[in-house]
């Protein structure tokens, strides 16, 4: 019985809770099932609401994906008709979602993508473009969230842009699509419309976080997203998903985190980069301090950014300051020891903090090596290794035990999310002071402007008790 009860409890957390379905074949991608080997077990649970909602969805992936009738049949309500489309229905509608920008922003974007095609019951498909087909793995089972390769029209959805009639700013502005009067007043509507979630994004884009504009997508077999924006706050503002939402995340502040961790796994060479830098350089040390540093061109500057995270992280004692005239103890054999993981395009901060702690004895006694994995130079999306090195990157840094992270970057909120940490933050660049972060989840950088009313400003951050303004971003929205 025990061995029962024992292999019952590694198999729970090899699923880490649940949340993960059973079933994959483990070696064609080690990381799903083998994560829980590297991170701590997470103090936030799943609903079983949640759960439920997640099974559901596999399921109509898996119905309705690629190659499927159902998908057949949808793809045939994309051709044209002499003037006009077929208004037959479809068994299954979809979601497209191109996530642009840096890693981080395509990792919030499409999290965000996936749950608005929860609560919509539609099946979620990736445009290859994106380039995240090497970096995760499958995380539905028996199916595949990538858009094939033949995906009809190419062309005309490839060219979609704000600009496009199809966009569903335009639609709006238009009156092509209007939420007064029963739907449409096309006589046979489009069998999709493009949505416009990406910073810049115009005032009629943003109805889309409203309940009456929603209601007109619902009857629309394709939707086509491109995004580089965390927007699940502001789904909370549309008061049908919000009850919906509040079951599947009683704690709100965990919608990141879980699916987070439900989504991306590291595919088998991301994996070995991740596990050979972990068991190499992480795995020995008592403690794992995260310090993430992104520079924004022209907008700090990279001493100042490196003071200020340095700062942070003595004044709020994740690591201890050096002594400059005490005697050089050698350590005690119990002496703790820290490693600091460092993430940052440069390499000028890693030199300059091992330096540190090489010259001189900390006053503690704790042992501090310093570990940074890459240094890149530049941005380089697009690029697969430099692609899997920054995603590789992500994922360590979400096994620290605690976090520093930059004002801004996306690429700190996937690794505070992953990790389930609320980082210590570094405030917009007028304050140089850093904070512990509100909550794990990330940030909404350019939320909605307008309220759902004609000629209404609201300040959104004043809406719902939950959703405030971002500590590094004043109009920023997030999750607390
Ligand atoms: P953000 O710009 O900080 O919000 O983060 P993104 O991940 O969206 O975009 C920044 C991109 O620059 C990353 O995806 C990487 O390609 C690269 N990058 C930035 N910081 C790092 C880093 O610390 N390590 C690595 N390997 N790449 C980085």
């Not at 020995?284 to 992104?294: H, M, S, T």
Request: hydrophobic letters at 35%; one cysteine or more.
């Amino acid at each position: 019985a025990e061995d029962n009860i024992l292999r019952k409890n590694v198999t729970e957390d090899k699923l880490l809770g649940g949340l993960l379905a059973a079933g994959f074949d483990e070696s064609s991608c080690l990381s799903r099932y083998q994560s829980v080997l590297y991170r701590k077990e997470s103090p936030h649970k799943p609903s079983p609401y949640l759960l439920e909602r997640l099974r559901k969805h596999e399921a109509l992936q898996k119905k309705c994906g690629p190659n499927t009738e159902p998908y057949k049949k949808a793809i045939d309500r994309l051709k044209p008709l002499g003037k006009g489309y077929s208004n037959e229905t479809t068994e299954c509608s979809y979601l497209t979602v191109m996530p642009f920008s840096g890693l981080g922003n395509r990792i919030i974007s499409l999290t965000s993508a996936f749950l608005y095609a929860l609560l919509t019951n539609r099946v979620l498909l990736i445009e290859r473009r994106s380039g995240i087909g090497d970096l995760f793995c499958e995380p539905f089972p028996d199916t595949s969230w990538l858009l094939p390769h033949d995906f009809p029209p190419g062309n005309q959805f490839r060219s979609l842009s704000k600009t496009s009639p199809q966009c569903f700013g335009n639609l709006l502005k238009n009156k092509v699509m209007d939420s007064g009067i029963n739907g449409s007043s096309n006589e046979s509507p489009s069998p999709y419309v493009f949505l416009n979630l990406a910073n810049g994004y115009s005032d009629f884009d943003q109805l889309f976080f409203c309940e009456d504009d929603q209601r007109l997508l619902r009857k629309i077999p394709w939707l086509l997203v491109s995004s580089n924006q965390y927007f699940v706050p502001a789904l909370f503002f549309i008061p049908t998903f919000e009850e919906e939402l509040t079951r599947l995340f009683p704690e709100r502040d965990t919608v990141f985190h879980h699916l987070g961790r439900y989504l991306f796994h590291p595919t088998n060479p991301v994996w070995g980069l991740i596990t050979r830098s972990y068991e190499s350089y992480l795995a020995k040390a008592d403690e794992r301090v995260g310090l993430q540093i992104r520079v924004f061109n022209g907008r700090t500057s990279p001493l100042e950014c490196l003071n200020r995270i340095l700062k942070c992280a003595l004044e709020e004692k994740l690591l201890p300051n050096i002594s400059l005239h005490g005697p050089v103890v050698s350590p005690s054999t119990g002496a703790k020891s820290k490693v600091v993981l460092i993430t940052s395009l440069d390499s000028t901060y890693f030199e300059k903090i091992r330096r540190m702690y090489w010259e001189h004895p900390t006053a503690t006694g704790e042992i501090i090596s310093v570990y940074q994995p890459s240094h890149e130079g530049v941005e380089q999306t697009g690029k697969t290794m430099h692609e899997m090195k920054a995603w590789a990157e992500i994922y360590l840094l979400s096994l620290s035990d605690t976090l520093v992270t930059s004002t801004w970057s996306t690429f700190g909120y996937v690794a505070q999310g992953l990790a389930g940490l609320k980082p210590l933050i570094t405030l917009i660049p007028s304050n140089p002071d850093c904070r512990l972060a509100m909550s794990m989840e990330p940030c909404f950088h350019f939320p909605p402007f307008y309220g759902c009313k004609a000629n209404t400003s609201v300040d959104a951050g004043a809406v719902l008790p939950y959703v405030r303004h971002c500590e590094d971003m004043k109009n920023g929205l997030k999750l607390v």
